[in-house]
């Protein structure tokens, strides 16, 4: 079946720090994959995607590669601000075999401190 | 502005009184879902729709119903609520189908005592 399993953290870092979340996946198929951001208090905002091997999603200054080869889609940010403290989910999309929808990892809070 | 609306956004009410969370999108989507997000367990599709009176199980389908009679609007409904339907839900809307973004509600936090 399709899974997410990214770390959970909370993962604390210093403003300007550089961030990386891991995620890796297990599906069948060619999935799109995703990264969502939880704010507080709100709902989910896509930060980036990638539909196929080896794109690159980018936005705000986070980015992440879809690796097929490891199955990974990690996150990354160069220099965090505390605006960036949130609540991080991979995902990857499911089509066929009678589901269609996103599968999340758990998600990781994400705490930058001044 | 482009949005999905929940109503909503909070809720207390006892086990066995039937309710209703209300979902409206003005995007025009044909794809609609919703899931709940517990601690420790990320988010979990409960009901998709692909389009008008089109509406199937997600992961977690045990104690909901869902209707798709309006393009716009996807309403979750519990019939006979219970505690462990406690749980943050999210409505979320897209073009077509859930390779695409996928745009959320602010959520609705439903507590059942």
């Known amino acids: 079946g399709n899974s997410v399993t990214q770390m959970e953290g909370p993962v604390t870092l210093s403003e300007e720090a550089f961030l990386t979340i891991n995620c890796t996946y297990t599906?069948?198929?060619?999935?799109?994959l995703f990264w969502y951001v939880q704010y507080p208090g709100e709902g989910l905002q896509l930060l980036l995607k990638a539909t196929k091997a080896d794109d690159k999603g980018s936005n705000k200054g986070f980015e992440a590669t879809y690796r097929k080869e490891t199955t990974s889609f990690h996150l990354e940010k160069g220099s965090v601000q505390v605006s960036d403290s949130a609540v991080y989910f991979c995902a990857l999309s499911r089509s066929g075999g009678g589901a269609d929808g996103l599968t999340f990892g758990k998600g990781t809070h994400l705490i930058i401190q001044p | 502005e482009a949005q999905v609306t929940q109503n909503p956004r909070y809720l207390i009410t006892v086990t066995g009184k039937k309710l209703t969370v209300t979902c409206s999108q003005n995007m025009n989507h044909e794809y609609m879902s919703w899931y709940r997000q517990d601690p420790g367990l990320g988010l979990r599709q409960i009901y998709y729709s692909m389009n008008v009176e089109v509406t199937d199980k997600g992961d977690v389908p045990e104690g909901y119903k869902v209707s798709r009679k309006e393009k716009r609007n996807f309403p979750l409904i519990l019939e006979s609520p219970s505690p462990n339907q406690t749980s943050l839900y999210f409505c979320a809307s897209s073009f077509s189908r859930g390779r695409q973004p996928q745009h959320f509600g602010d959520g609705t936090r439903l507590s059942i005592l």
């Open positions: 599906a069948t198929g060619y999935p799109s």
